[in-house]
């Protein structure tokens, strides 16, 4: 395996422990003797055509985008869970400047409500919405480009309110935004890596070293995360205002993949959007047979005191 892509559709600081195993300081790839070239991407259509393509071996993307990939045929396989929210953390939320406005959910029917593009975030707004007694079909959903662009439209009373991803949630709360309703008691839509077909029929020896170092990163950040924040600072590009104030994310560990509820919640979705013919198949989208067996991790030896 020689390269490994991550999107920057999301300006994730999501891709933090890709980043962290593949540096210099703590070459964790390396010692597990991969090779790993970390390329960006502008947008998720240009990443997911290189990786149906061949062009590149992986992808950090969402679990949406994971199944409509593989909705028709098997085009690449999840081994991985890279992000889901989590008790203390929202990876989504629904915003609201504040000046007096009322947060109840059903409030939203009232106005747009800016969108980044993209099935994913769609499938999180509805999910977001349908979970606190909202009616998603009676939003007026206004789809911008990104999470920074629904920002911007929501600060300047173009839209009601705005569903914005980290690290675009945390500058709008920080710049007086109130948040109406988050994702981390909400079934969502996890961040995962997937793998090509050809990479999990041709390089199985070195998907699983991969996964072992992605679980040690893991392990490295979740136990030193202030260490890595100017790390994640420079991957997102964090502007300034929230450079010491973003929560640090706390990520899966141990290493584990999505569950048949998850892909089944997702596929139902896809139903609905006439996206796809349900039922989705666990196995189509997720391969767990690259996770490190159970009670056997050990950390990276650059991790080490």
């Not at 600081?13 to 964790?28: E, F, V």
């Not at 969402?62 to 593989?70: I, K, P, Q, S």
């Not at 509805?126 to 439209?153: S, T």
């Not at 039922?279 to 991790?303: E, H, I, M, T």
Request: with cysteine; glycine share 6%; aromatic share 8%.
């Amino acid at each position: 395996m020689s390269e490994m892509t991550q999107s920057t559709t999301f300006r994730t600081i999501y891709a933090l422990p890709l980043r962290l195993a593949a540096s210099a300081d703590k070459p964790i790839f390396e010692e597990n003797g991969l090779t790993v070239n970390i390329i960006y991407f502008p947008d998720h259509s240009q990443m997911e055509r290189a990786l149906v393509e061949g062009e590149i071996d992986a992808a950090l993307d969402d679990l949406v985008g994971a199944a409509m990939l593989n909705k028709d045929s098997e085009q690449a396989k999840v081994v991985l869970t890279a992000m889901r929210p989590y008790p203390s953390g929202d990876m989504w939320a629904m915003v609201t400047v504040s000046r007096g406005v009322d947060t109840r959910p059903a409030n939203l029917y009232e106005g747009k409500v800016a969108i980044p593009k993209g099935m994913a975030a769609r499938y999180v707004g509805h999910r977001l919405l349908q979970a606190n007694g909202v009616d998603p079909g009676r939003v007026n959903w206004w789809e911008v480009d990104d999470g920074w662009q629904a920002l911007e439209a929501m600060e300047e009373g173009r839209a009601a309110g705005a569903l914005l991803p980290e690290p675009v949630l945390s500058l709008a709360v920080a710049r007086g935004g109130r948040v109406i309703v988050g994702d981390r008691d909400t079934l969502s839509a996890p961040l995962v890596i997937l793998f090509s077909q050809t990479a999990v029929k041709e390089r199985a020896a070195a998907i699983i070293r991969f996964v072992g170092s992605y679980e040690q990163a893991v392990w490295e950040l979740n136990r030193n995360a202030e260490l890595y924040r100017p790390l994640m600072a420079e991957l997102a590009q964090l502007p300034p205002e929230i450079r010491e104030k973003l929560p640090m994310p706390l990520f899966p560990f141990p290493a584990e993949v999505p569950t048949e509820s998850e892909v089944e919640a997702i596929g139902q979705w896809l139903g609905e959007q006439q996206r796809l013919s349900p039922p989705l198949p666990y196995r189509q989208v997720v391969d767990p047979r690259f996770l490190p067996p159970p009670g056997k991790f050990a950390p990276a030896r650059c991790c080490l005191p």
